[in-house]
């Protein structure tokens, strides 16, 4: 039972995280970028290939590798669609997202590329009777330490300021003063450096990584970004963590008939979808106009 | 702002009847069909699978274009299709032996190949109308990640139920066509049937929800009523594209039917121009033709004494690559998002279209 919880919590974190760094994006330019998963893909290739150099090291590298990546997405590709709308940009970020899946075909093969991040990550922690994995608890742990850092870096800074200020209302905050792709530059990277965390968590838990590594947990947390609140950081947060949620629970009361468990989260999204089609957290500056 | 996919101000599309705007792409495509698919055997393989994706990018036309409303749906419904043709038809033996936890009654049903693609029509129309009934009631990127949902849900179902279908094993032994001229034939069907819906009056009140929503319900237009018939009519066109394929390849899987299939038939639409039938006919003939030439080359191709080879995953890379290019050089696509016209044969009525 406490097992459950906390296997539910880590998810939770895990993808929050993912959410979070989809929503920041999302918040200065509409941007709903499929191609997050590349980004934690890169990530967790960057970690098993430098990992030799002990991990402070290839923390390093592979959180300036995935931040870069991110920041040369926006410069290559996103500035040039500033006047396109959303539905757009989701294409073309779909466009990149096949793009470097198969870049990453051609340099890394399509194999998976296994090795051991951090060995300390996994086992069991023992309490009288009752058993945890170490990996939840870690995990709940790095997801609390990078929401809060996260939140410090947005409530109390000027540049979070203008991030939050671009997220609310893109054109008054150009007009105030801004600089818009100074601002989106910085939503890309900070979104790269999320990617990096939970391509760190995903890599240690599942030990090899391939180029469809961050499909996944993406798509997950971009209909968590989406159901959770369009332009509103906190709800996105909190709906990457209420689908990692779901999901976890779902897993653990479908039993037998877990493979279904997509099939319930899905019709759950469609559901919040249809009842708030602006997310549970709404910004009125997102309301669709119909 | 532009909350919708593809909004264009100057592209009304077509209002009124041409002959040429209906014959052209239909004369590429029967012209087209009969020189590749005679080049070879597999030539004519290739063809025919065109054909069917042809058919998917139609039917994605027909409700991305005319609506504005971008859709991630409609391969859940090739998916319905794919599945429906593929159980009606597949030989009694084969579903006993191979198909063991299939539902009872589909057990014993058998029939032609063109009964069950009405069938297969029928059953993804009717899916789209249901599901478009609520889905419909949303708009831009909320009916994205909707649909997107929808794709999702279908595709777990479809590869886990193992009463409708093979669940994550493939459902072998689909009668295949025998020529391909009967993929030809129903790829100009639907052509016809593409083009005069989109000149039909709901059709043109549709465009008119795309470029201005408000003025188009001034008019009289129920975005939602518009929205939901397209979807259904889209919905069919999907599910014939999807028996086509599995009588083309002569089986069927879900993941047939995934994320590789929508990224594929979404990048034709928008590579060709998605407000347009002929950007949908160019589309499908441009993509299948550079991933060709990179499938060949893939394979490694020799000039002179010099082996020229393109890694795995080259063709990916390119049609992505593509597809982000045109929508930042030419977000209405290769033809501009118009119809077919022949160069020296202006349109009288151009000036008031």
């Known amino acids: 039972m406490i097992q459950t919880i906390l296997d539910a919590l880590s998810y939770g974190g895990l993808y929050g995280l993912a959410a979070l760094g989809i929503g920041l994006v999302f918040g200065v330019m509409r941007l709903v970028n499929f191609a997050h998963g590349e980004l934690i893909a890169i990530g967790a290739y960057l970690f098993i290939i430098t990992i030799d150099l002990g991990l402070p090291i290839s923390i390093m590298i592979a959180v300036t590798g995935t931040a ?39 340099i890394f093969g399509a194999l998976p590329i296994s090795g051991q991040i951090a060995p300390w990550m996994s086992g069991v922690i023992e309490f009288g009777d009752t058993t945890i994995t170490r990996g939840s608890v870690l995990t709940i742990i790095l997801a609390l330490v990078l929401l809060a850092g996260m939140r410090f870096l947005i409530e109390n800074t000027t540049l979070g300021l203008q991030i939050r200020a671009a997220s609310s209302d893109f054109q008054t905050a150009r007009l105030l003063g801004v600089r818009s792709n100074y601002v989106i530059g910085a939503a890309f990277v900070f979104s790269g450096v999320l990617a990096a965390a939970v391509a760190f968590v995903l890599v240690t838990q599942r030990g090899s990584v391939d180029p469809l590594f961050g499909i996944n947990i993406t798509i997950l947390a971009l209909v968590g970004t989406v159901i959770g609140g369009l332009g509103s950081l906190q709800g996105a947060a909190l709906g990457g963590f209420a689908v990692g949620m779901t999901i976890s629970l779902l897993n653990s009361f479908l039993g037998n008939y877990r493979v279904y468990t997509y099939t319930w989260l899905f019709i759950l999204v469609i559901i919040v979808l249809l009842i708030r089609p602006s997310g549970l957290i709404s910004n009125k500056a997102f309301k669709e106009r119909a | 702002m532009a909350n919708e996919l593809l909004k264009s101000s100057q592209l009304p599309g077509v209002t009124r009847f041409h002959w040429q705007q209906l014959l052209g792409p239909i004369l590429v495509v029967i012209v087209l069909t009969y020189l590749t698919s005679g080049v070879s055997a597999s030539f004519s393989y290739l063809t025919e699978g065109t054909l069917a994706l042809l058919v998917m990018v139609l039917g994605l036309q027909v409700f991305i274009g005319n609506s504005g409303v971008l859709s991630f749906g409609q391969a859940a419904f090739a998916m319905v299709g794919g599945f429906a043709s593929g159980l009606l038809t597949v030989p009694i033996k084969i579903k006993e032996n191979v198909l063991d936890g299939l539902w009872e009654p589909l057990k014993a049903v058998n029939m032609g190949i063109w009964p069950s693609l009405v069938i297969a029509v029928l059953v993804g129309a009717l899916f789209a109308f249901i599901t478009g009934l609520l889905l419909m009631r949303l708009s831009g990127l909320a009916a994205g990640i909707a ?35 009967e993929s030809l034939v129903l790829a100009v069907i639907v052509i016809v049937i593409v083009y005069l819906i989109g000149i039909s009056r709901r059709g043109r009140l549709l465009r008119a929800t795309r470029e201005d929503a408000l003025a188009a319900r001034a008019l009289g237009a129920s975005v939602w009523h518009l929205r939901v018939l397209f979807f259904t009519v889209s919905g069919g066109i999907a599910a014939l594209s999807g028996a086509m394929y599995a009588h083309h390849a002569g089986a069927v899987t879900a993941r047939d039917f995934y994320l590789g299939f929508t990224f594929t038939t979404l990048a034709m639409l928008i590579i060709g121009g998605a407000t347009s039938l002929w950007g949908a006919v160019v589309g499908t003939v441009l993509v299948t033709a550079i991933g060709q030439v990179l499938l060949v080359l893939e394979g490694g191709v020799n000039f002179g004494s010099v082996e020229f080879t393109l890694p795995n995953g080259a063709r990916g890379l390119v049609i992505a690559a593509a597809l982000v290019i045109i929508l930042i050089w030419r977000p209405k696509g290769i033809t501009g998002g118009k119809e077919f016209a022949l160069p020296f044969l202006k349109l009288k009525s151009t000036g008031r279209q």
């Not at chain 1, 990546?69 to 959303?86: D, H």
């Not at chain 2, 997107?148 to 139920?161: E, G, H, P, T, Y």
């Open chain 1, 68 to 106: 870069i990546l991110a920041l040369l997405m926006e410069l290559s590709v996103f500035k040039r669609l500033r006047l396109a709308g959303p539905s757009v940009l989701l294409i073309a970020s779909f466009g990149v997202s096949i793009f470097l899946q198969r870049l990453y075909e051609i």
């Open chain 2, 147 to 181: 649909t997107f949902a929808l794709l999702m849900v279908a595709d777990n179902v479809f590869f886990n139920w193992k009463l409708i279908g093979p669940g994550p094993q493939v459902m072998p032994q689909v009668p295949k066509f025998a020529f391909v001229d």
